[in-house]
């Protein structure tokens, strides 16, 4: 898999703002907030995204879950939050290195763009 920006914000060659750190996962702030509440949670593991995940990943893919309601719930936004990862270049991926963006903290229409 290709080095990515997420890469080198996990090796802290970059830097980024930090709301969660653990054995599997990192939560960070979005540089480009698309709301209130705009975070990125990133698994150490560098899969391209969730379309290249395998059984061996439920486990992780379940923990980023858990973490993104956990922040969401810290911020204050655990009765209304969106849970978001694109996957492919077509769903609006930039950054090929799975990751979940957790948004609230404003109204959320749907169907998304
Ligand atoms: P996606 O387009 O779904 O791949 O999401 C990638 C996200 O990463 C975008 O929302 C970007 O704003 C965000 N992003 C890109 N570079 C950085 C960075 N250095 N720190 C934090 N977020 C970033």
Request: glycine share 10%; charged share 15%.
């Amino acid at each position: 898999m290709a080095d990515t920006v997420f890469g080198k914000i996990l090796r802290g060659e970059l830097p980024a703002t930090f709301l969660h750190q653990d054995d599997r996962c990192i939560v960070i702030r979005d540089i480009a907030p698309r709301a209130p509440l705009h975070a990125l949670v990133i698994p150490r593991k560098p899969l391209v995204s969730v379309a290249g995940a395998t059984a061996e990943d439920a486990a992780l893919l379940g923990h980023l879950m858990l973490v993104a309601a956990k922040v969401a719930a810290d911020h204050g936004h655990g009765a209304a939050f969106r849970v978001v990862t694109n996957a492919g270049e077509g769903a609006g991926q930039s950054v090929p290195h799975l990751h979940l963006h957790v948004l609230a903290g404003r109204p959320l229409t749907w169907p998304p763009g």
